[in-house]
């Protein structure tokens, strides 16, 4: 497929349909800056700080859309993450391009672009080579402190095992870098008990512990020094992705600890022993959360590793995982009374992958705020497969419906790409567009200046206040 106009359709009015969203979008929403609380971004990299040199590299090496994106246009695997050229894997992804119309990647590809490169053609197979120098000629002076920087980036919160060290974190902390990187305690591995690489983890914990870990006890207390550690790097949230089905029942310590004593000894577990334990650690998770005043994130939903053979040649993340069916309701209901009902549920923020569960995620979390806390419990932005125009819509409807989106948060990248932060843009833009076409209806005031505010709060204010990053 070729684009015989090859001029570039995001313009300056780009998804805003009507005088009231420029007005809206220009003046209040373009200039504020982001806190991207979200993402899998690699502090390594930032922390290094060097030149990117290369556009595959930067754009195409972790980015999983786009995987999905060049399978379904029949891109062999040696050129998606085989060994072909890096030139080749960008040839062939421009040649996908043009047949992603209407897939959000579509917009994506353009606005990153034009924003990072001032590159207004559409990508496609006859401008893919000199697209491909001309971008590289710019890396090869641009940092990822650069990148960030550019787009006004204030905060960004990475995705970190326990057990990692942080020493980028703390090297990044000692630069006068504007973006300051936070680490998010990201516990999925400790929850696995009963799978092969269990055990091989506790050992690893135990090397990382002043003390034997011998007993549930003496886990959960190597935790929380893990907890502790993150903390003093400023650590201000933390993160739950396992998937497949997760439920909160209830439990002895006795029977806890029968079941941790055979997981250390691989000794075969079922299913509600499972869950029993995972539901220990929920709550003692969830506590240890409040007491470090941090916000706990759970993203639920997605059925991952689908294709085993793409699995072992490639590994996890990618790109073959999809939006699972699995019911959340009673699993959030019980775990956030639980931890309600003794004054120790911390800010708390879910995520859902299945569009169908969209309204009792939005009336679930509604249920367990406080007076203390404006917007305490908050039903996250669209995730994932949502994160595109339609589901970005869908969720500030139901949100707007069901809660208050005065009180939200705002938009995440969740991306592993530095070159993902124009996706805070596309939010804005479909968010003052959807306000403004309210106001033409009489739905809401034709206060600019109060809408206006109200557009900046989300975009920026909210989570500032939310998260407290200067505390």
Known sequence: MSIINSSSFITADFLLE??????????????????????????????????????????????????????????????????ASKQKKFQKWAATVPYTVRNPLFHWTQLELKQYFNIDEILQPSNADEIYHQTNQILETRRPTDLLEAMKVEVVCTTDDPLDD????????????????????????LFLIGQDNFIGYIEKLKKMTPFEITNFETFVKAIDLRIDFFDKHGCKLSDFGISGKNEFIEFTNAE???????????????????????????????????????????????????????????????????IGDYSFAEFMSALFNKLDASDQLAKTITYNLNPAHNEIFATMMGNFNSGATPGKMQWGAAWWFLDQKDGIESQLNILSNIGLLSRFVGMLTDSRSLLSFPRHEYFRRILCNLLAKDIEKGLIP??????????????????????????
């Not at 090297?171 to 973006?179: G, H, N, R, S």
């Not at 557009?455 to 909210?462: A, E, G, L």
């Not at 500032?464 to 200067?470: G, H, M, Q, R």
């Open 18 to 83: 009507s005088e009231i969203a420029k007005k809206l979008f220009f003046e209040y929403a373009i200039d504020m800056p982001i806190i991207d609380y979200h993402n899998h971004l690699s502090a390594k990299q930032i922390a290094e700080n060097e030149p990117l040199k290369n556009i595959t590299d930067t754009w195409l090496s972790e980015d999983h859309y786009k995987w999905r994106g060049m399978r379904a246009n029949g891109i062999d695997e040696e050129f998606i993450t085989g060994n």
């Open 166 to 189: 942080l020493k980028y974190h703390a090297l990044i902390a000692q630069k006068e870098y504007e973006t300051k990187v936070y680490p998010t305690f990201r516990p999925d591995n």
């Open 256 to 322: 806890v600890e029968i079941i941790f004593q055979k997981g250390i000894k691989e000794a075969n577990i079922s299913e509600i022993e499972v869950s029993k334990y995972r539901s220990a650690l929920f709550l003692h998770l969830g506590k240890k959360y409040h007491e470090k005043r941090w916000v706990q994130q759970y993203h639920l939903g997605p059925i991952r590793n689908n294709n085993s053979r793409l699995l072992k040649l490639v590994g996890a993340d990618a790109g073959c995982d999809s």
């Open 446 to 471: 034709n206060d600019i200046e109060f809408i206006g505010k109200l557009v900046q709060d989300i975009c920026y204010n909210n989570a500032k206040a939310y998260f407290n990053f200067d505390n």
